[in-house]
């Protein structure tokens, strides 16, 4: 049973406007959430991340969004630029649960086209 | 980017052949971790290590196992390899409990199982 999940395997924006990708989860347990960013022969790269105590984070074009009622989370990209092209995975975990893991969605592949 | 070193980066082995890869990092985390990426699946938790001989299974833990003799150094190891793990297989570090920091990854070891 996936406990994160991105229902999204693919997404194409255009240069310049918003990339919105979604994650949603069903653990009420987590409480930290991340999002991370992959390109092709490399490994995961964090890339921001939101306690459930916050409810928007921001850190320059990227922006997460939580809405804890609905086990929802967000990633906004604006603008998007060409080298926002990779693939982005959602990850949740239970901060301080002894057996603590990070739970990784299966990513969603982002292609920003001209 | 954290000093993280996996290798072989690439294998190919036949099936029941024993497979050892190795993790090796210089930022003394405490925490180590090995995932496997498949597609559809993204990132799946395979073990991982809170400290020098302490490690714990994760969600995929069957027909695999690990050593931690150094804090530097996490091994991974197919007992008898099979086809199903075929894989790309990441190592992961993190300075502080799973799920309060971010993980921070290798560059990933191509597993083919023929």
Same mark, same amino acid.
């Given at each position: ?114 | 980017?954290?000093? /993280?070193?996996? #290798?072989?980066?690439? +294998?190919? @082995?036949?099936? $029941? ?28 938790? /395979?073990?991982? #290590?809170?400290?020098? +001989?302490? @490690?714990?299974? $994760? ?37 502080? @409990? ?17």
């Amino acid at each position: 049973d996936q406990q994160v999940k991105q229902n999204s395997p693919s997404l194409s924006v255009q240069e310049g406007r918003i990339s919105i990708l979604n994650c949603d989860y069903t653990n009420s347990m987590f409480d930290y959430f991340l999002w991370y960013k992959k390109y092709p022969a490399e490994g995961p790269t964090f890339l921001i991340s939101i306690s459930s105590i916050k409810d928007k984070n921001e850190d320059g074009r990227f922006t997460v969004f939580l809405n804890k009622s609905a086990k929802h989370l967000s990633l906004h990209i604006v603008p998007s630029q060409p080298g926002d092209s990779a693939v982005y995975f959602c990850a949740a975990s239970a901060q301080y649960s002894s057996a603590s893991k990070i739970i990784f969605g299966s990513g969603t592949r982002l292609s920003i086209r001209p | 980017d954290a000093g /993280i070193t996996q #290798s072989p980066r690439h +294998k190919v @082995t036949e099936t $029941g052949t024993p497979v050892t890869l190795r993790c090796h990092q210089t930022e003394n985390h405490r925490y180590m971790y090995w995932y496997r990426q498949d597609p559809g699946h993204g990132l799946r938790l /395979i073990h991982y #290590s809170y400290g020098v +001989k302490d @490690t714990d299974k $994760g969600e995929v833990s069957d027909g695999y196992s690990v050593s931690r003799s150094k804090t530097e150094d996490f091994l991974l190891t197919l007992e008898s390899a099979t086809s199903s793990q075929t894989s790309v297989y990441f190592c992961a570090i993190s300075e502080s @409990t799973p799920g309060a920091s971010p993980l921070h990854f290798g560059n990933g070891t191509r597993l083919t199982v023929t």
